[in-house]
């Protein structure tokens, strides 16, 4: 039986605010993270981050209230929490993330704010990032805004700035905005992204993407790195200059085609990478490092700041099911995705 409904009920439907959805990317970094971060961007010269969007999305959903309340719920954390007013939100210590995004881009009349992170916590692929853009993107629809893309990313890096206590990147955020194959550079005035010309499906299946099953902190591997690049420790100063070179030769080999020099520029990256703190690299990532190097990987690196979290591999050609393989005799969970060709939507 069909229910016809009556006029006020077709008016208090029409009135209803929308439901705004908005999905992201994260991403893997293949070259050049740490370079991203404030003031490293301004201070190492020709300083680029590449990194590629995979499907593995987060969402946000987000919907206008007219009674002043702000309900902000993370799905996969499984925490929520209803604040009857601003002054409550303002105050709240739960999810700080929903918290800053509400109080600074949502409606003042209160919101509904939910959130799904595609990714294990903490593993290094940009997962808070990319919930960032998720959440400003469909909090300011929810207002009745549309930013571009260069004011979200100055929003989100400034929130995250505000919510870990320590300078923060743009790298993650321009993955999530973006999606596909990126060059991202830091001149003055603003983060530069450019679309990388390479046969990007080609690339991924010479990717495997590993969990080690331990979540790492990127606020405390970052802030150490970055406060001594500041203070001029040599060592630092040095490798942050191999990283950077390491991300300019993967980006050239990337865009002749030229997939093993590719990979072998990735390991450089990592040689000098795990060499800037003692936090970067594990026993379990470098166990999984030499069997899959043994298996046909020709190149690796931890995702995101180290200490735990994603490895990636980059594996020699027709060697992924024997280095996927050793990855899972090593005490690694494969995680499987594909590249993400766009951007948040």
Request: with cysteine; proline share 5%; net charge positive.
């Amino acid at each position: 039986m069909t229910r016809r409904s009556s006029p006020a009920e077709n008016t208090s439907r029409a009135a209803s605010p929308p439901l705004i959805k908005v999905s992201a990317p994260a991403r893997i970094d293949l070259a050049g993270g740490t370079l991203d971060i404030f003031p490293i961007s301004q201070l190492e010269q020709g300083a680029v981050t590449v990194n590629l969007g995979i499907d593995r999305y987060a969402t946000a959903t987000a919907r206008a209230r007219t009674d002043g309340r702000f309900v902000l719920k993370a799905v996969d954390r499984k925490l929520s929490e209803r604040l009857d007013n601003r002054e409550a939100l303002a105050s709240s210590a739960l999810l700080p993330l929903h918290r800053e995004v509400a109080l600074h881009v949502g409606p003042q009349s209160g919101i509904d704010l939910t959130t799904r992170s595609g990714v294990p916590a903490g593993s290094g692929l940009g997962g808070s990032s990319t919930l960032v853009i998720c959440m400003l993107k469909a909090a300011a629809a929810a207002r009745g805004g549309r930013p571009g893309a260069a004011h979200l990313l100055r929003l989100a890096s400034d929130i995250e700035a505000r919510v870990i206590g320590v300078p923060t990147g743009q790298q993650d955020h321009v993955g999530a905005l973006y999606g596909g194959l990126s060059a991202i550079t830091y001149p003055p005035g603003g983060t530069k992204r450019v679309a990388v010309r390479a046969d990007i499906h080609a690339l991924g299946k010479r990717l495997v993407l590993v969990y080690t099953g331990k979540p790492h902190d990127s606020a405390v591997n970052n802030w150490a790195i970055t406060r001594k690049y500041i203070e001029r420790h040599r060592g630092v100063r040095r490798h942050i200059g191999e990283i950077a070179q390491a991300a300019r030769e993967l980006l050239a080999a990337l865009r002749a085609g030229d997939l093993d020099g590719a990979g072998r520029a990735m390991q450089s990256e990592w040689e000098a990478r795990k060499r800037l703190a003692p936090g970067v690299t594990t026993p379990l990532i470098e166990k999984i490092g030499q069997q899959t190097t043994a298996a046909g990987a020709i190149g690796m690196k931890v995702c995101g700041a180290g200490g735990g979290g994603c490895v990636v591999l980059f594996v020699g050609a027709g060697r992924r099911a024997t280095v996927e393989r050793a990855a899972k005799a090593a005490g690694g969970t494969l995680l499987r995705f594909k590249p993400a060709l766009r951007g948040a939507e």
